[in-house]
């Protein structure tokens, strides 16, 4: 019952947004109801700027599933430690964290179930447990499970049904039957699974600090 509701209020977001969000887990939001909730196809919603700023936040608040105060801390770093375009730098930022590197892995079906995996201490860094979802890895870090957690049902799910080709900035080995990963470059920008508009993004936190 708790997995069904859970999947329903991914959906609904999803709608509401109108745009897949691998991050929360299994496709389809927007296949069969491909309209916001409450809304009817033949009805057409006005925006005004503003609301189409949030709803680009709100894209990466929940793909990533990071609370408001998490979301504005990375964009201040951010913007402190970019040289060029900070909402890129954000999103190399976002996606280094340990929560998404195991879903996009295919170690865990969505983040969530990423974040659990960690929490639950069955995710090693080069060969040690980190139990902090939020932990942004480096370039080099190698990214596995216990012997435990490749036989659980979160990894079996991942593995059997892909939610997302492996990124160009991930590499995988598997050994004895035992898959890693290592992050082999800084992703970025383009590495957003999902449409985005970042003049949008930057519009919001530049009259919203």
């Known amino acids: 019952m708790k997995s069904t509701k859970k999947k329903k209020t991914a959906f609904k977001i999803q709608r509401r947004l109108m745009t897949e969000l691998p991050g929360l887990g299994k496709a389809g939001a927007l296949e069969r109801r491909p309209y916001p909730p409450g809304e009817h196809g033949n009805k057409r919603r006005k925006f005004s700027e503003y609301a189409l700023q949030m709803e680009e936040k ?55 179930a990423a974040s659990q995996l960690i929490s639950h201490g069955k995710v090693l860094v080069n060969g040690k447990k980190v139990d902090i979802r939020s932990a942004v890895m480096k370039e080099g870090d190698v990214i596995s499970l216990k012997d435990k957690a490749y036989q659980g049902q979160t990894y079996l799910q991942a593995k059997q049904s892909p939610r997302l080709p492996l990124p160009d900035y991930l590499v995988k080995e598997e050994k004895n039957g035992v898959e890693t990963g290592r992050l082999q470059s800084r992703p970025g920008l383009g590495h957003l699974p999902f449409a985005f508009d970042q003049g949008l993004l930057t519009s919001f936190y530049s009259l919203n600090g």
Request: proline share 4%; net charge positive.
């Open 58 to 112: 709100q894209k990466v608040l929940f793909h990533y599933g990071l609370r408001e105060k998490q979301l504005r801390r990375f964009v201040h770093v951010a913007k402190r430690t970019s040289q060029t375009n900070w909402v890129d730098t954000l999103i190399g930022l976002l996606e280094m964290r340990l929560d998404n590197l195991v879903f996009r892995l295919g170690f865990a079906p969505s983040i969530p």
